[in-house]
């Protein structure tokens, strides 16, 4: 199993169950009740690309998913600064999206 078919799993895995530890997270009494959920969203498409950039063997597709990566981190925070649709919707969008990305760079072949 290659690395990049590890953080595919990796991407589902982290969103689903930060979905689910959403009542876990700890409470702000500042700012928006979502920054932690958001944070940990953020953080895990962000530790994908820093796997993918130092650990990855520097192929194009694995350039290419780690630049998706950082794009998806910066979409859920874009998301939630701008448009404000809630997170319950737009990070497994997100999520999709790169995993949609991921397979036609891994089929495309």
Not at 10 to 17: G, M
Not at 61 to 74: G, R
Request: charged share 10%; glycine share 4%; hydrophobic share 60%.
């Amino acid at each position: 199993m290659e690395l990049l078919d590890k953080l595919a799993i990796y991407v589902v895995a982290v969103t689903l169950l930060i979905m689910l530890a959403k009542p876990a997270l700890p409470k702000v009494t500042w700012g928006y009740d979502f920054l932690p959920q958001m944070a940990c969203h953020m953080w895990s498409f962000l530790i994908a690309c820093i796997i993918l950039l130092y650990l990855g063997n520097g192929s194009s597709t694995e350039q290419f998913m780690a630049i998706a990566s950082f794009t998806a981190s910066m979409l859920i925070v874009a998301n939630l600064a701008t448009v404000g649709y809630p997170l319950y919707y737009s990070a497994p969008a997100v999520a999709a999206l790169w995993e949609l990305i991921y397979v036609i760079q891994r089929f495309d072949k």
